[in-house]
């Protein structure tokens, strides 16, 4: 079944230092994933996407990495900064159930001034 | 920035009496979502609506709980009989459907059920 899921829970980096955060994902048939953000009290945040016809894609201080060989999504922040504290979620896509994301559990963030 | 926006933002109710959740989608989407989130976990898929009917639903939709697109703004989520495990934020989101598969949320509603 669909399933997606997070290598770790948690991640403490100072600032300045880039954030990398890993997510698995079992669903073959998932054609596209999205990393959102959460911070306390307020819902999840997009942050960027990918489809699965391409490995990198890249926004402002973020990047994703997509392997569909090994089933993997990371996402990669940049400089990271007292405002990118908060929990991240992965949550993946597809054509089979086309019109709903399934999150992963959640990775929190937080960044040491 | 246009945002989907949910009411309340926090509603506490007594076990077996049904709340009724409001949500304002953004003007150009299609599709609608009611997702939950228990405190701590995961968010959870709950449904989706396209089209003025359930698209599709997850095991936790159960008969309890129904959507409705009453008017061209509000979609509502009603849970009939609340039940106390059914405390947890709700969020609803909504996406165009035309230019890809972005889902925009909303701040959530948090629901206590005593």
């Known amino acids: 079944g669909e399933s997606v899921g997070l290598h770790l829970p948690t991640l403490s980096v100072q600032e300045g230092d880039n954030s990398i955060i890993n997510c698995a994902y079992s669903?073959?048939?998932?054609?596209?994933f999205i990393w959102y953000k959460q911070e306390s009290g307020k819902g999840p945040q997009f942050i960027i996407d990918i489809r699965s016809n391409m490995d990198k894609r890249q926004g402002q201080r973020v990047t994703v990495l997509l392997n569909k060989t090994v089933k993997h999504l990371s996402l990669q922040i940049a400089a990271t900064q007292p405002g990118d504290s908060a929990v991240y979620f992965c949550?993946?896509?597809?054509?089979?159930?086309?019109?709903?994301?399934?999150f992963g559990p959640g990775t929190s963030l937080s960044v040491i001034p | 920035e246009p945002e989907v926006t949910q009411t309340p933002s926090h509603q506490v109710t007594q076990m077996g009496q049904e709340v009724i959740l409001r949500c304002v989608p953004i003007s150009n989407h299609l599709y609608f979502y009611w997702y939950r989130q228990i405190l701590g976990q995961k968010v959870e898929f709950l449904v989706s609506?396209?089209?003025?009917?359930?698209?599709?639903k997850s095991e936790i939709f159960d008969d309890q709980f129904s959507v409705e697109r009453p008017d061209g703004s509000n979609f509502t989520l009603k849970i009939r009989s609340t039940k106390l495990e059914d405390s947890a934020m709700y969020f609803c989101?909504?996406?165009?459907?035309?230019?890809?598969?972005?889902?925009?949320f909303g701040e959530g509603s948090w629901l206590t059920v005593v």
């Open positions: 949550a993946e896509g597809s054509k089979t159930s086309y019109d709903k994301v399934i």
């Open positions: 609506f396209y089209n003025n009917e359930i698209s599709e």
């Open positions: 989101a909504s996406k165009t459907g035309f230019d890809g598969n972005t889902i925009y």
């Open positions: 669903n073959s048939a998932s054609d596209y």
